[in-house]
């Protein structure tokens, strides 16, 4: 975009077929950095985002990536300098790292790094300090009692969706349902869940890579 003013000039103004334009040259690009994932930091911990898996996690993230990217703010903010590619990738790592901190089906896509940032450590929860240790136990006993208050579809769909990790679309196969109800299960659960950490003030807790619920 730097390079061609026309198409810049268009995108701010949010013209249709500049957005349309927009959108076919970057969305190829834009999915495989999703896919390929991203380091980052929390709290001044080095982390990874290991990529999207699910095909329609990945078009939610693409689908709220653009519509920022072509929102007011985001075309006037754009210097016309930055490689927009670039820019993107900025939105989609905010966009990702949202949805990191409200959905808790992700933490299980997220590991810690090695000191120096080259190569994924263990992940966590293997080896912990002790304090970390605690916080993980703490952690997996409030789940484990969220999921004791929940109906036996929705213990099914926890089974299915989040520790065997398939798709909306699979579970709802593999339970005989319609697409549409997980989708709101899913969604209702997440919600309900991140409430209960929120009361438990462990919602943020960046030592934390993964749920286990018991079998």
């Known amino acids: 975009m730097p390079q061609d003013r026309a198409l810049l000039d268009a995108y701010r103004r949010a013209e249709k077929d500049a957005l349309e334009r927009v ?3 970057y969305v190829s690009e ?7 994932g991203f380091e980052f930091s929390s709290q001044g911990q080095p982390m990874r985002f290991a990529g999207y898996s699910q095909p ?6 693409l689908q709220e990536t653009f519509l920022l990217a072509f ?3 985001a075309r006037q903010g754009y210097n016309g300098l930055t490689p927009f590619g670039s820019y ?5 790592k905010n966009v990702v790292l949202g949805r990191f901190r409200k ?3 992700m933490l299980s896509r997220f590991r810690s790094l090695d000191p120096d940032g080259l190569a994924p450590a263990e992940a966590i929860g293997q080896s912990l300090p002790p304090e970390a240790a605690i916080q993980k136990s703490r952690m997996q006993r409030i789940v484990q009692e969220f999921v004791d208050t929940l109906d036996e579809e929705q213990k099914r769909i926890i089974q299915y969706h989040f520790l065997e990790n398939l798709s909306q679309r699979a579970t709802a196969e593999q339970l005989s349902l ?3 109800r997980v989708r709101k299960q899913i969604k209702t659960i997440r919600k309900r869940l991140w409430r209960r ?3 438990e003030g462990v919602e943020r807790l960046p030592s934390i890579a993964a749920l286990e619920v018991e079998q």
């Open 23 to 25: 959108y076919r040259s």
């Open 30 to 36: 834009l999915a495989s950095f999703l896919r390929r």
């Open 56 to 61: 329609e996690d990945l078009q939610d993230a």
């Open 71 to 73: 929102g007011q703010g």
């Open 88 to 92: 993107l990738r900025g939105i989609a």
């Open 103 to 105: 959905n808790l089906s």
């Open 178 to 180: 319609n697409r549409n």
């Open 197 to 199: 950490l929120r009361r």
